[in-house]
């Protein structure tokens, strides 16, 4: 017993706890500064608001089932069963005594990780690429579908954090694009594509993991760095909260179930437990509903993380397959003996549950996990960790229905064409080559390499926790070939990028044109092709693809150079180069990656804008990812001095205005895409609509209810003796119920509950509302429309195609980014000579600036000025806001 409560009190957020008695609420953060930055409390956690717009059903559903759950139910609930525990990735206990079957959690955001008759979609990235509203609800559809029918609860995506605040970040290919607002929309439609469809989703990873490098101690550890602690990104209130934050406001506001709090530190308290991060920004004042579950082993502290915001632990165990976890038991016995509160466990729960509701689901009407994680065949061991319990495991449930239009069209409608003379679209060419391995198949199959963890063939998605296995693939080399036999073209490709003399011979032969592919690839940190730790280790193309382009160009006039990849490569001498006549960039398209390729190439589909910036050199960012340890042994200090200065931003800061050509503006600027047709921007039209001034929020939240009761008597939680105990798994059962005196609520060692925790970790009194907050989303009147803003779009030229407007703001001062993206639309089939609306409606937040001495959203004084134009350097419209 003595021991249990010990583990759970020697876990205390020892930053937050110091720092505890010393500031009220609310805080800003400090300006980052080394170790010197640190995290305010922000205490207590809020509980679920029952008024909540969206939750309100749920609300009372979860209710009505938690007030008759028993303490060991709510606990496991809140915890996973351990890593290989169960047959998803994350898995929490059963509540067999009401019929509900232990919650499954999958990765993740492209499709179902280690699955089979499943798709693979586009990377969240080439999905950005098509700045499709619809596109992204119905991704994000499709994913909650296969996902409900092979019995997955909760899908760990979509994914903003990344952000992608590094050009060579290992995982910024999993979120949508470096800009907040793109990020922020497409995150809420996919949320919403998603959790229409029965599934809860997971935004994550909150917030702040911008790299992979040392986001955990045994990863970095492994590739050689002794550090003892996990990188803390270091970075301001504003930028929080213009910036990172942003996004996650959104996918809040679209009413999310589950947030996946990050691996990393900020601002050196550890994202699991960082009472400012979940309990004051995410909880508090963007009103979160659902619940926060832990990256796998991001947890570091019992409970400290409850007091914190921390609402469910994965995979459950404190390291993957110790048998002991930070929860399980130590929460029973934390909430028995009075130092987590049972309003806190309630609220736990309530969010679990009410997220369940919310998306539809119901106890007894659930599909049955029908597959396994840990084994292709079709029977396993349920707790294969342990090899327990084998039985029928994979029943080879279909799942992908016809997603693979959707997958081939948002594939196409991703690929951005960056230059091209005229060579493009491809129209029965009489000769046709295709140069390079990332053009054909790996030798060992398109799921050859666990995780996707190296890159052999083409690349149609990063590798890591996020990928999925093909259920086939088609190559850009079948596709060619299957269109160049349509048409009648002669067809030769050469996939080995070292066979020089030979391609020198194919591509120089009369009226060939040469499609010469290459590839760069990233990922996640716990593999490393190539010595690539996750982050890539550079920004130009892997296995000799520069040298290969080069070879081809010198060869033959009409090259077209087709480059997949997880995020910008240099291609400053390309853009320039006379014998490159196009260049298209086909991100990581999933399965259906050739045909998506050719409805390019051919014309058959209109393409995409990029949707980060394309610089000259990895150094032309301004910012990196960091690869050695600053900081001694402890924890690396990764300051974001930069701000919001990031991609476009920071170019434009740098090099406004300056030309293509120039080493510090970009090749390729953030939101750019050639398309088949011209277009003309007309007509700028500002309408100022009356929304009055914003009131902050005031008042109280109601106070924590607590839902039902539970007894006191240690005996009521021994291990059941009905049960079988299996070994690793993570049970809720305490290890000895001999001795009362833990569960008194007194002074244990001379510290009671009282003062192990922060300053109102327990208060479960009524609570100011913070100015900002209110509903999901934040305060109501954020999101007023302040200006609707209307221009016109002619189609100039002889093609049906698609327009891409785009409308930046300047919010002015001398502080502030050049201009920042706050408008989009994709108008799809604009006929030659026709005229459309582009209409974006401005709201508060877009025209604000946060605040950090009011902690409020403020409209500035400054001027502020629209453009409206198709990329965010090409921007022909423009007026100041009246
Ligand atoms: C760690 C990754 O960071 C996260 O994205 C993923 O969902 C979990 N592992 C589970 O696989």
Redesign the pocket.
């Known amino acids: 017993m003595k021991t249990s409560f010990l583990l759970a009190a020697s876990t205390a957020t020892i930053l937050d706890f110091a720092a505890a008695n010393a500031l009220p609420n609310p805080q800003p953060y400090p300006p980052p500064h080394s170790n010197e930055a640190y995290s305010p409390p922000f205490y207590p956690s809020p509980w679920m608001d029952p008024n909540a717009p969206g939750w309100e059903q749920a609300y009372a559903q979860a209710k009505e089932f938690v007030s008759g759950l028993t303490l060991l139910e709510k606990v496991n609930l809140t915890t996973g069963v351990g890593w290989m525990g169960e047959k998803c990735?994350?898995n929490v206990g059963t509540v067999p005594r009401l019929g509900l079957r232990s919650l499954c959690?999958q990765?993740?955001?492209l499709g179902l990780?280690f699955n089979r008759y499943n798709s693979a979609f586009a990377t969240g990235l080439t999905a950005a690429a098509s700045w499709s509203r619809h596109l992204w609800v119905d991704r994000g559809t499709a994913l909650g579908s296969e996902a409900k029918n092979k019995g997955v609860d909760v899908l760990?995506?979509p994914?903003a954090g990344p952000l992608g605040r590094n050009p060579n970040g290992g995982?910024n290919v999993?979120g949508f694009g470096n800009d907040p607002y793109l990020a922020g929309v497409a995150l809420a439609d996919t949320v919403t594509g998603i959790q229409n469809a029965g599934t809860v989703a997971?935004a994550?990873?909150f917030l702040l993991?911008e790299q992979e490098h040392f986001?955990q101690v045994g990863e970095a550890n492994g590739y050689g760095y002794p550090i003892k602690e996990a990188l803390s990104s270091n970075v301001d209130d504003k930028t929080i909260h213009e910036v990172y934050g942003w996004p996650f406001q959104d996918a809040v506001k679209a009413g999310v179930g589950s947030i996946?709090c990050?691996?990393n530190q900020v601002n050196n308290s550890y994202a699991c437990q960082n009472s400012k991060l979940l309990n004051g920004l995410l909880k508090e004042e963007y009103g979160f509903q659902g619940f926060v579950m832990s990256?796998?082993?991001?947890q570091h502290a019992g409970v400290s993380t409850a007091a914190a915001g921390l609402d469910m632990t994965?995979?459950g165990d404190t390291l993957f397959n110790t048998g002991a976890s930070y929860f399980g038991s130590n929460l029973t016995l934390a909430v028995l003996n009075g130092t987590v509160p049972e309003w806190r466990i309630d609220d736990m729960v309530m969010r679990i549950m009410a997220s369940f509701f919310k998306v539809g689901k119901s106890i007894n009407n659930l599909v049955d996990t029908n597959f396994d994680s840990w084994t292709d065949g079709e029977f396993g061991y349920v707790q294969a960790a342990v090899n327990e319990n084998w039985e029928k495991v994979n029943y080879g449930v279909d799942v992908r229905a016809d997603h693979a239009n959707h997958i081939r069209e948002a594939g196409a409608k991703g690929t951005v064409i960056l230059k091209n003379n005229g060579i493009l679209p491809l129209n029965k060419p009489k000769f046709l080559t295709v140069i390079g391995e990332d053009a054909g198949s790996n030798p060992a199959g398109p799921n050859g390499c666990g995780d996707r963890g190296c890159d052999d063939g083409t690349l149609a998605m990063e590798w890591?926790?996020?990928t999925t296995n093909f259920p086939y693939l088609v190559t850009p080399d079948t596709a060619i070939q299957n269109q160049a036999l349509q048409d009648g073209s002669r067809y030769e490709s050469i996939l080995n990028n070292y066979a020089t003399s030979a391609i020198q011979s194919l591509v120089s032969q009369p009226e060939a044109i040469a499609i010469v592919f290459a590839n760069s690839d990233s990922g996640?940190g716990?593999l490393h092709p190539d010595g690539n730790e996750g982050d890539r280790k550079n920004i130009t193309l892997w296995k000799n693809g520069d040298d290969l382009i080069k070879t081809v160009a010198a060869n033959n006039a009409k090259t077209i150079v087709v480059v997949h990849s997880t995020g910008p490569v240099i291609l400053k001498d390309y853009a320039v180069h006379p014998n490159i006549s196009a260049i298209v960039w086909a991100g990581t398209p999933g399965q259906e990656s050739g045909n998506s390729l050719v409805d390019i190439l051919y014309g058959k589909q209109s393409p995409g804008r990029t949707p980060f910036t394309w610089g000259p050199s990895l150094e032309s960012y301004g910012v990196q990812v960091m690869t050695t340890p600053n900081n001694g042994n402890n924890a690396p200090q990764d300051d974001f001095t930069e701000g919001a200065f990031i991609d476009y931003r920071y170019f434009d800061k740098v090099a406004p205005g300056k030309p293509r050509s120039s080493d510090k503006a970009p090749t390729y600027e953030f939101g750019f895409g050639l398309s088949w047709s011209t277009f003309k921007f007309s007509n700028l039209q500002i309408q100022k609509n009356n929304a009055g001034p914003l009131n902050p929020t005031t008042g109280k939240t109601i106070a924590a209810p607590a839902l039902g009761t539970f007894s006191k008597n240690l005996k009521d939680y021994g291990f059941p003796k009905n049960i079988r105990r299996i070994k690793e798994f993570i049970y809720p059962y305490l290890s000895s119920t001999s001795s009362g005196q833990a569960a008194s609520g007194d002074s244990h060692y001379g510290q009671t509950a009282k003062q192990f925790l922060p300053a109102g970790a327990t208060d479960g009194s009524p609570q100011p509302r913070s100015p900002s907050s209110g509903e999901p989303g934040g305060n109501r009147q954020l999101y007023d429309v302040i200006y609707t803003i209307t221009a016109t779009i002619t189609n100039t030229g002889k093609v049906m195609d698609d327009a891409v407007p785009q409308l930046y703001l300047s919010h002015g001062g001398p502080n502030e980014p050049v201009r920042v993206l706050r408008g989009f639309d994709r108008i799809e089939r604009i006929a030659p000579g026709q005229s459309v609306t582009f209409k974006a409606d401005l709201t508060r937040r877009d025209i604000s600036n946060w605040d950090t001495k009011t902690q409020q959203w403020v409209v500035t004084k400054f001027p502020k000025t629209v453009y409206v134009g198709s990329s965010s350097r090409d921007l022909p419209l423009s007026a100041r806001l009246p």
């Open positions: 990735v994350g959690m990765d993740g955001p990780r760990l995506g994914v995982r999993e997971c994550k990873h993991n986001r996946m990050s691996y990256d796998w082993q991001a994965m995979p890591g926790s996020g996640e716990y």
